[in-house]
T-cell receptor, first 114, second 118 residues
Framework: GENVEQHPSTLSVQEGDSAVIKCTYS??????FPWYKQELGKRPQLIID?????GEKKDQRIAVTLNKTAKHFSLHITETQPEDSAVYFC?????????????FGQGTRLTINP | DSGVTQTPKHLITATGQRVTLRCSPR?????VYWYQQSLDQGLQFLIQ???????AKGNILERFSAQQFPDLHSELNLSSLELGDSALYFC?????????????????FGPGTRLTVL
């Protein structure tokens, strides 16, 4: 089955700097890669996702890149702000035949220092 | 607010007991997913239902079962509870499923049910 590795487990950056979180996946059939942000005690919230037919996607300060050959994808947050502090999860899934099984990485605790 | 609702918010029970967690998907969503989040295991996929039928299974224990009803709400039943079952249980929903991973596959999470087994 699919296995997703996420690094680093903790990340601390100065406000205004960029943050990068990296994930690798094992199943080459995976075709959907979402990123979720989770604040303490709250629900995971989708912040961006990418499908296997594109290599990069951007939404304001957030971007995701996908390298299918190397089976890794990354989250980039620019001009970080204190409200970006949270735990971020990457996930991978092969959707098809009516089924979707999201496999999550272990999470990255991002702290933005003012 | 994602539009996915879960009840109850908190549940405290004893070992050996049985509990039922309830989830109502977003209006129009046909798929429901259940996840377990514990400190040491992260977010683990349990099971998925689509329009009343089981479609995918993850690391769900035999003591756990789920179903999706004709009105599309879903229930997760946990029995013979153990201390290690203490966790946050999330439900998520998506519109439908396509073969090519379209925007309709995006999963939206509910607020979760915190289960404490004493």
């Amino acid at each position: 089955g699919e296995n997703v590795e996420q690094h680093p487990s903790t990340l601390s950056v100065q406000e205004g700097d960029s943050a990068v979180i990296k994930c690798t996946y094992s199943d080459s059939a995976s075709n959907y890669f979402p990123w979720y942000k989770q604040e303490l005690g709250k629900r995971p919230q989708l912040i961006i996702d990418i499908r296997s037919n594109v290599g990069e996607k951007k939404d304001q300060r957030i971007a995701v890149t996908l390298n299918k050959t190397a089976k890794h994808f990354s989250l980039h947050i620019t001009e970080t702000q204190p409200e970006d502090s949270a735990v971020y999860f990457c996930a991978a899934s092969m959707t098809g035949r009516g089924a979707q099984k999201l496999v999550f990485g272990q999470g990255t605790r991002l702290t933005i220092n003012p | 607010d994602s539009g996915v609702t879960q009840t109850p918010k908190h549940l405290i029970t004893a070992t050996g007991q049985r509990v039922t967690l309830r989830c109502s998907p977003r209006s129009g969503d046909l798929s429901v997913y259940w996840y377990q989040q514990s400190l040491d295991q992260g977010l683990q996929f349990l099971i998925q239902y689509y329009n009343g039928e089981e479609r995918a299974k993850g690391n769900i224990l035999e003591r756990f079962s789920a179903q999706q009803f004709p009105d599309l709400h879903s229930e997760l039943n946990l029995s013979s509870l153990e201390l290690g079952d203490s966790a946050l249980y999330f439900c998520a929903s998506s519109v439908s499923l396509s073969g090519g991973a379209s925007v309709r596959d995006t999963q939206y999470f509910g607020p979760g049910t915190r289960l404490t087994v004493l």
